[in-house]
């Protein structure tokens, strides 16, 4: 009988995973009847120290890669999309705010707050954010820079004064994104996410309102409006997805080219950092992108998370993360992964089996190297997965995990390096990179973000110019509709799916 899978949570928490899990039939880890390598997944929300990274058994998994801080921090998301714009063109990455790391820029912010103001003719706001905070903590919106007050490192980035309201309230989107791997990129978006409300109706006047500009759940649900009905919005201060994308379809807005430009985000900003992330093909990471659409429908990019909150405030949030969560561990695949954790206990071989120390990567190819004793060979989906342990040729005859090319049985050939596919859905998560056969080959071995970038933008412009002739068509058919009678429509119509631009 196989061993059961085990998990381990740092200080004891979040609450959700252990539930998924035990559901599932899980169980937790005990050090206290469980030897330090036995577990298969270890969940934490803060940071893992590289010890964690070297010592990794190949039936492990951490829920963080390594060095992901450089875009989930705010002043180094700031430093790295600024670098992206200078190299790429503001052309590209042009759906981040303008933005100052203070005190450093401060002479810089100086300058172009000057001359916005002289540009403009209008007030210009800019909204000020300490780096190391989350949860809307130390947040301030201001016009006049004498109210710029600071005592610790800060971002200073132009407002977006203008954004698309509901019922007179903002919001945001907090879209959920697990990168599988950085080398090579898998990215997949979960159909499901969350709508944040302000729970107080959007005012520019009242800059220091927070209830009107601020849609962290952690500030609103203590608004003396929280459980008020709020027009379309309702009780609360959450949607589903869904319920968005049933907002969408009545706007005059083109929802294929909005959903593309923000999996652009998602992308772009992930080239920022994925070629400095070491390999590490037993990590996997959810993160929070957040983002504001404006009147234009326009996508902004506010920030990064690197533990998206999973506590459970309303129906909304029961409704989206748990399924999220377990979505999460089925793409992680651990069908066959624990099996060969129960053989090598059985056999004893668990203190032989050590990763190498050297780095954070497996061995990338099979050259000057030789078989150890021990292979194992699981079938999976009409495929044979070898998992060889090889030795390298050097003094301190360091035993390295690899993991062999898969072997196709239908055709009985091997794939060639690189050339597998990740599945295109896993519950409600969808690829959304790589999306076709020139991003799987530019983003194996070195990441050629060039091309990534020229096929993002062949992408959003085709589906641009479908979306012009669709909706062209269903303006024509509306105009059909009304004249003989028929409903409009915002009475229903085909939801509109996160992957509809790149399935």
């Not at 002479?107 to 001359?115: Q, S, V």
């Not at 090889?390 to 995990?401: A, H, P």
Request: with cysteine; proline share 4%; hydrophobic share 35%.
């Amino acid at each position: 009988m196989a061993a059961s899978l085990v998990f381990r949570l740092h200080d004891r928490g979040p609450e959700l995973v252990r539930e998924v899990l035990l559901e599932r039939g899980w169980e937790e880890y005990d050090k206290r009847h469980r030897q330090d390598e036995d577990w298969n997944l270890y969940w934490r929300a803060s940071l893992f120290h590289k010890s964690d990274y070297y010592n990794l058994m190949p039936w492990q998994r951490l829920n963080h890669h390594p060095k992901t801080i450089g875009i989930t921090r705010k002043d180094f998301l700031t430093r790295n999309l600024r670098r992206m714009r200078t190299t790429f063109g503001s052309g590209v990455y042009d759906f981040s705010p303008i933005a100052f790391i203070l005190p450093n820029d401060y002479t810089r912010f100086l300058a172009e707050y000057n001359r916005q103001r002289v540009s403009q003719g209008l007030p210009v706001h800019w909204i000020c954010k300490p780096v190391d905070l989350s949860r809307g903590r130390g947040i301030f919106i201001f016009e006049d820079v004498k109210d710029l007050v600071y005592d610790s490192t800060v971002i200073v980035q132009r407002y977006i004064s203008n954004p698309l309201l509901i019922s007179g309230y903002k919001f945001d989107l907090r879209i959920y994104v697990c990168v599988k791997s950085f080398s090579p990129l898998i990215v997949y978006i979960h159909q499901e996410g969350l709508v944040r409300f302000a729970t107080e109706k959007y005012q520019l006047s009242h800059l220091d309102n927070l209830y009107s500009h601020l849609t962290n759940t952690s500030i609103n649900k203590f608004s003396p409006f929280y459980k008020t009905e709020k027009g379309k919005v309702g009780q609360g201060c959450k949607w589903t997805m869904s319920k968005f994308r049933h907002f969408l379809h009545c706007q005059e807005a083109n929802e294929l080219l909005l959903w593309q430009r923000i999996n652009n985000i998602v992308t772009l900003t992930l080239l920022a950092i994925a070629p400095s992330v070491p390999h590490c093909p037993n990590c996997v990471e959810l993160l929070g992108f957040d983002i504001l659409i404006d009147v234009n429908f326009k996508p902004w990019l506010l920030e990064v998370n690197y533990s998206p909150a999973l506590t459970l405030d309303c129906q909304a949030d029961i409704t989206v993360k748990k399924s999220l969560i377990s979505d999460l561990i089925d793409l992680m695949n651990y069908r066959w992964v624990d099996r060969f954790r129960d053989r090598a206990y059985k056999r004893k071989l668990h203190k032989c089996l050590k990763v190498s120390r050297s780095s954070y990567v497996s061995m990338p190819a099979l050259t000057n190297v030789k078989c150890s004793t021990l292979k194992v060979v699981e079938k999976n989906n009409h495929m044979l997965v070898s998992f060889l342990f090889l030795k390298r040729k050097s003094s301190k005859n360091q035993v390295v995990y690899v993991r062999q090319r898969p072997v196709n049985t239908a055709s009985g050939q091997s794939r060639e390096r690189g050339a597998a596919v990740p599945p295109v859905r896993v519950g409600d998560f969808i690829r959304t990179f790589p999306f076709n056969t020139a991003t799987v080959r530019a983003s194996q071995d070195s990441l050629d973000v060039r091309k990534v970038i020229q096929e993002l933008h062949k992408l959003t412009n085709k589906l641009s110019n479908c979306s012009r002739l669709n909706r062209r068509r269903r303006l024509d058919s509306v105009r059909d509709s009304e004249g003989e009678g028929g409903l409009s429509p915002c009475s229903g119509g085909p939801q509109i799916h996160l992957s509809s631009a790149t399935s």
